[in-house]
DNA sequence: TAGATTGTTAATCGATTAACAATC
DNA sequence: TAGATTGTTAATCGATTAACAATC
């Protein structure tokens, strides 16, 4: 498995590029880069070469072109399709935000719930119940879910997914899962990193 | 500057341990806890040891006795008031959350947004008007905050917020805020994830 | 040319793992 | 006692930083 940072690195180059063009700078060197970012120019260097990005010893880097590249690393023009289960206050700020993923070659395709309340086929992004998931991930070859389901439910939902071989979850609820063979899994825990965040701050003394 | 893997660590511990104490367990040896967590026990012996957890030879971990200590590191019973700026989709979830947050020592007490519509002074979490968050944070003397507006807003709210020497940010905007000497700032970017998450799936082959 | 920056190699740092003595 | 587990020291691993030759 490839260094997590680094990827995460990738994507913050990104932001950090993009503020830069907007400002109309069209060259940076790896000084700037790192300076934006609280980071060694070294390591915007040891990145950039990782990734096959190259500049010249005199102008730095050309901002389009990192840009270009980060955008064909990241295979942002292969639109990935990415159901989301659980659309309760959470999973349905994830699904109204779909238009900000878009852009990130993400494309928010389905919800699913157990509340018949929740339910509509017929919108823009449908929400199905959850009892046709496993169909649905089938006929669709879907391959990333974001989970957003109650702690109670997270078990059952990622044994479904991982049964299906979905290739990746993104998931919110508090259960640690782990990966299996072909499931790739990320937890992403808010409560967490609000509990650290104020165990850290308060140690600051 | 602390070790923020180890933290993550403490708390998955704390998840782990409290779902061993549901199904009827008393007793856990290093072992346990690295499978279900996958894990080296060495790591959660070295873990324990730096959070001054003990055990013993004979019988491992006393379950209860780790979980107290575990609560008593994070201070707990040391509520903390945290506010949420940009009652959107996102923050209204969060806020909403406030029951599970306030199981961890967190006391959601306010929000803060520019729509009128979303303001409402009565509620039992009260949404007041942004113009109002200065005041509020110094007669309040608030520490934490959690910022959920949108880009374009994010750099004027946490300028004011470092401006008031807040402790502490969460920060879920895609702008990549860094700490000052008195504020620490943790950035939660939940698009990143998901794109982390593909494109790490995607390059498993 | 002189100066500055990249790309890359070597040095450092810190976290994780392995090993094992102490001990229940 | 024999066996098993903790607590801790030593070894390993990998990521970051420092340094610098190459070069524009």
């Known amino acids: 498995m490839q260094n997590q940072e680094r990827i995460s690195r990738l994507l913050t180059y990104k932001n950090v590029l993009v503020q ?3 400002i109309g700078l069209i060259k940076v060197f790896s000084d ?24 010249s010893q005199k102008g730095g880097y050309d901002i389009d072109s990192i840009l270009t590249r980060i955008d064909a690393i990241l295979g942002k023009d292969n639109i990935q399709n990415v159901i989301i289960i659980g659309i309760g206050r959470l ?4 699904l109204h935000h779909h238009d900000v993923f878009s852009g990130e070659g993400v494309n928010i395709c389905a919800g699913f719930d157990t509340d018949p309340e929740k339910l509509n086929s017929e919108s823009a992004i449908p929400v199905f119940p959850v009892n046709q998931l496993s ?6 070859k879907i391959k990333f879910a974001i989970v957003t389901v109650p702690e109670s439910a997270a078990r059952h939902i990622i044994d479904v997914l991982k049964a299906e071989h ?4 993104l ?7 782990k990966n299996t063979e072909t499931t ?10 609000l509990t650290r965040l104020v165990y850290t701050a308060n140690r600051q003394d």
Do not use: M, P
């Open 135 to 140: 169909d649905y991930v089938e006929e669709n």
């Open 20 to 22: 830069f063009q907007n």
């Open 91 to 94: 999973g349905s700020a994830l």
């Open 184 to 193: 790739l899994i990320h937890n992403v825990n808010i409560e967490h990193e």
């Open 32 to 55: 700037n880069i790192g300076d934006a970012l609280n980071i060694s120019a070294s390591l915007v260097r040891k990145d950039f070469g990782f990734f096959g990005i190259t500049g």
């Open 171 to 177: 998931n919110f609820t508090s259960l640690k899962a």
């Open 166 to 169: 979905i290739k990746g979850i």
